[in-house]
């Protein structure tokens, strides 16, 4: 895919929606100095463009009663298939996120879990089912947004 051409206002709209996917043009467009009429031009251009690809929901997983978060590094066995490890991953409760990576680890795994008992079994899993030879799991402690 070629790369497209972002102005400032172009990068502004962006940032507004990853923070509100549903911001309504009118809001849009007056924080950017548009009409709303102009916003929905832009945002319909950049989806066009292929720059937005789509809109989702942000769902927090605290009100899920899934207040503990945490990062799992993995390294896969050398035997095992990474679309299995993919597969099982994504069909546990607690993931959130599978991150395919370069470097020390093959992969990094977004969790939300109910509880330190919830996030052994996770990790567990991921090592006996998914083929997982190493992993190292961070509890993250805070979240900020940009």
């Not at 990853?18 to 950049?46: T, Y």
């Not at 799992?72 to 546990?92: K, Q, Y």
């Amino acid at each position: 895919m070629k790369s497209v051409a972002l102005d400032e206002t172009d990068h502004r709209i962006l940032k507004i929606l990853l923070r509100n996917g549903r911001a309504p043009f009118a809001s849009i467009g007056a924080e950017v100095g548009l009409s709303p009429h102009g916003a929905a031009d832009r945002v319909r251009r950049l989806q066009r463009a292929g720059v937005i690809t789509g809109f989702s929901a942000t769902v927090d997983a605290q009100t899920l009663g899934r207040s503990l978060e945490a990062l799992i590094d993995v390294r896969l066995m050398p035997s095992t298939d990474s679309a299995h490890f993919e597969r099982l991953a994504g069909g546990l409760d607690a993931v959130r996120e599978v991150l395919f990576l370069t470097g020390r680890w093959d992969y990094q795994v977004s969790v939300a879990c109910m509880d330190a008992d919830d996030l052994d079994r996770t990790v567990r899993a991921l090592r006996q089912q998914g083929g997982a030879a190493q992993t190292e799991t961070r509890i993250v402690m805070r979240r900020s947004v940009p």
